[in-house]
């Protein structure tokens, strides 16, 4: 029995009872083959065909589970697919451009006894218990239709070209529901999210909870602990809904004749809807078509009558759907315990939500003048003031929630500006900005002071109560957003937090603090080499640093052909060799100089590939006077990587391969603790990247692979301490396994109506709030809360 299996099993959460049988199912060959690697690197493989296994589910227009798209697994870049692969667990084909990855039936076989054991893990009556209301749409997204695949949107659905995007289009709040459900069994390693793929289509289809075969059955065991006489009104509304939809979509987009499957309920239901059409449509009597099909057959008289009556049906089915499941679950209001007495606690609205952002009043002067945001390289030459003392009352802690903000009230005549734009402003002290008292930190706490909501509450960002630390802030330019980002950076920093800044524009440096800053440029002053080797990291191996190397310069570079791009990999290898550089470990503490491999590349025979990387040499991007050290910036304080004096398409590269070569390092060191109460040990660095677009939005043949990269360290690089912070403009420059990955985001002014419309929607905002939002202000949601809040600027808080 390998041993290193049976821990990589254990480490995954698998019972010791149950090891030994799960390891029998691993054929000889593959637990032989096993051997070669570390406990780590053989449960990222386990992990990674469990990946695949339920991945595979992915929705199809022709209801089949016909593979996963590779770039959305996230371990594509590395070793697992490689080695399985190696082992026939996993196979691939190409198609449209795009490759599909699925399980073998040995893959299977080894997957299967896995995922059960995770399923009998479930807690299954309390499941049951939370999600009664929504089991229709958990039947119609997984047993139904198309859906027997067994997938579930990760956004609610704009479009409805299915049953359970009809559903859920038309009773959102079933959609948060199941949501909140299909999160759990990802938490649980049940369901995974992945991009669907159609066969019938070109390619990647949005992205989508995934949930394996067996999910199959954790339905029925729902279904068995549900009262059944509420279980039959739920079949027989299903089915009722189900077979009106059908043939509605069958009539209205001409699908072929077998996709309706001529069930007895479509034949009844489609004799129905004709009889209703009869002013549009002739009725062809006694044809039979020799596919046995058996349908009724008609022809169009009057297509815009036939529109109209199709329109008229659809809408009295959405009627139905929307009156007979309908949820009723509201959300406990959060409680916020203040370490103040209630008479000191401003009154807060009695409405069910946070209400609507209401803008400032224009006339009011305060400490929040534009000056003080002055944003995109405007910034304001301030001259040293008095630092006000602190309030007594700031000597207690903020009180903090279960979702990840804390908050405690500030004094009241620090609130009247605060309270909407018809608040009556105090008389302003001074033309000095005020500073914010000291708060005194929690026990192990990681508490990051934001700014104030608006009825006077100070607001905290916990990352560590939160179910990850990862941060998106939108904006227009002159919003706040490089403000907003120098601020969180020296608050982390404060409180010894290592951070690093990804800038692509070289505004973002914080002006006070431990920083560190590296302008990439060319002549190679500061560089690192995404080729060198360490003996103490022996995830990067000289074959995973040549393939990653080599993704990166081809996700940069589509054009770039499959045999260029295997060319470049044997010449780095060749230099490898050269520079004596195996795979024993103990040869790693050689370099492999860069120069060298630009002198092979240059001389290489096919013009085309020094044609692609000739400006990675002429700037010397990986090679030069200082290497960048990634000990050096886990030490703590700020790290500013500047990126604005390179082209574009090496800004891109330069960050992706960075942020991997922290992402190896990190998983050398291992995963963080887990059950830790300390906040502070959750996390060991906090990476923040500015224009975050440049990661997403790059020529649209790379697209989807390029989304896939920042996807994995969304997903992955949590479990190892990191926290992302991404600013963009757009909510629409990230996608939806992104957000589903990012606890905390918060959205600022829009610089015109297109950026407001894109933002308002998700947000749920009018598009004039966020126009009329001065610097600095914003809406944020953290967890399921959201709130107005106004950020304080460094020149407003304490030095």
């Known amino acids: 029995m390998s041993t290193d299996l049976v821990e990589a099993l254990k ?80 196979r691939s084909v190409s198609w449209q451009g795009t490759t599909v990855i699925r399980a073998t039936p040995a893959g299977e076989a080894i997957a299967r006894p896995l995922v059960e054991a995770r399923i009998r893990a479930l807690d299954i009556p309390a499941l049951a218990h939370e999600i009664n209301e929504v089991v229709p ?130 034949r009844r239901e489609l004799s129905r809807v004709l009889s209703l059409l009869t002013d549009a449509i002739y009725i062809l009597e006694g044809v039979r078509e020799d596919d046995g099909v058996n349908l009724a057959r008609f022809i169009v008289k ?16 959405m009627t139905d759907v929307a009156a007979k499941i309908v949820i009723e679950r509201p959300a406990p209001e959060p409680v916020v315990e203040s370490p103040f007495p209630k008479e000191a606690v401003p009154p807060v609205p009695k409405e069910d939500t946070i209400a609507a952002p209401v803008p400032p009043a224009k006339e009011a002067v305060d400490e929040w003048d534009d000056a003080l945001f002055a944003d995109e390289g405007e910034e304001k030459e301030e001259e040293d003031e008095p630092v006000a003392p602190a309030s007594s009352d700031a000597d207690e802690p903020p009180s903090v929630s279960p979702s990840g903000f804390s908050s405690s009230v500030l004094p009241e005549h620090r609130q009247s500006h605060l309270r909407g734009s018809n608040a009556v402003p105090e008389e302003r002290r001074s033309d000095e900005p005020s500073h914010v008292p000291t708060v005194v930190p929690r026990p192990g706490g990681l508490d990051v002071f934001l700014g104030h909501a608006q009825d006077g509450r100070r607001v905290n960002w916990s990352p560590g109560r939160l179910n990850n ?52 440029r060319e002549g190679g002053e500061y560089y690192f080499n995404p080729l060198e080797l360490d003996p103490a990291i022996d995830e990067i191996t000289p074959l995973r640093a040549t393939s990653d190397f080599v993704d990166a310069i081809s996700i940069n570079f589509p054009t770039l052909g499959i045999q260029q791009r295997r060319k470049i990999k044997n010449i780095i290898k060749d230099c490898y060799r050269s520079s004596g550089i195996t795979g024993k470990t103990e040869t790693w503490k050689r370099v492999l100089d860069f120069d060298n491999i630009e002198s092979e590349i240059m001389s290489c025979e096919d013009e085309a590939i ?19 050290s990634i000990p050096t910036i886990l030490s703590g304080g700020i790290t500013h990587i500047n990126l604005n004096a390179l082209p574009e398409n090496l800004r891109y590269l330069f960050a992706d391969l960075f942020l991997r070569r922290i992402y190896y390092t990190l998983q050398a060191t291992g995963e963080i603790p887990r059950g830790t109460e ?45 926290s992302l912070i991404l600013a963009s403009q757009l909510i629409a420059h990230f996608n939806e396994e992104i957000l589903a990955n990012i606890a905390v985001k918060f959205c600022m002014r829009a610089e015109n109506k297109k950026q407001a419309q894109e933002n308002a929607k998700f947000f749920e905002v009018s598009e004039k709030d966020l126009l009329n939002f001065q610097p600095g202000e914003g809406i944020l949601i953290i967890g399921s809360e959201k709130m107005n809040i106004r950020i304080v600027p460094s020149s407003g808080r304490n030095p």
């Open 302 to 317: 009057d297509r815009n009558l036939y529109d109209v009556h199709l329109r008229d049906l659809g809408r009295t089915l």
């Open 469 to 520: 630390g990862h941060m998106i802030i939108l904006g227009g330019s002159g919003a706040g957003k490089t403000e907003t980002i120098r601020c969180i950076a020296a608050e982390l920093a404060a409180q010894a937090m290592p951070v690093v800044l990804i800038d692509f524009h070289g505004d973002m440096a914080a002006s006070t603090g431990n920083i560190r800053s590296y302008k990439i």
């Open 11 to 90: 480490a995954m959460g698998y019972a010791d009872t149950e090891t030994p049988a799960l390891v029998r199912s691993f054929p000889p060959a593959v637990t032989e083959s096993l051997r070669d690697f570390r406990v780590q690197e053989v449960r990222d493989i386990v992990e990674t065909l469990l990946y695949i296994y339920i991945a595979q589910n992915s929705a199809s227009s022709r209801g089949e589970g016909e593979g996963v798209v590779e770039q959305s697994c996230y371990a594509y870049t590395s070793g697992p697919l490689f080695a399985l692969a190696q082992v026939d667990l996993i």
């Open 137 to 266: 749409v958990l039947l119609a997204g997984t047993v139904k239709g198309s859906y027997v695949n067994k997938t579930f949107p990760s956004a609610l659905p704009r479009t409805e070209e299915t049953f359970v995007g009809f559903l859920l289009n038309n009773t959102p709040g079933l959609f948060s529901e199941c949501e909140r459900f299909a999160a759990r069994l990802k938490a649980a390693g049940c369901a995974v999210l992945a991009y669907a793929y159609d066969l019938d289509g070109r390619g990647a289809d949005g992205v989508v909870y995934t949930f394996p075969p067996e999910f199959a059955y954790i339905l029925k065991e729902m279904l068995e602990t549900i009262d059944p006489g509420v279980r039959e009104h739920y079949d027989m509304l299903i089915e009722s809904f189900y077979s009106t939809f059908t043939v509605l979509r069958y009539l209205a987009c001409g699908e072929d004749y077998d996709r309706i499957r001529a069930l007895p309920a479509h």
């Open 678 to 722: 300390n906040d502070r040990e959750k996390f060991r660095l906090f990476v923040i990247v500015d224009e975050a677009k440049l990661l997403v939005s790059q020529k649209s043949g790379s697209k989807t692979s390029i989304k896939a990269v920042l996807n994995k360290y969304a997903t992955e690089m949590r479990k190892f301490g990191v």
């Open 610 to 628: 020094p044609a692609y990387l000739e400006d990675i040499f002429d700037y010397k991007l990986f090679s030069g006077e200082e290497k960048i």
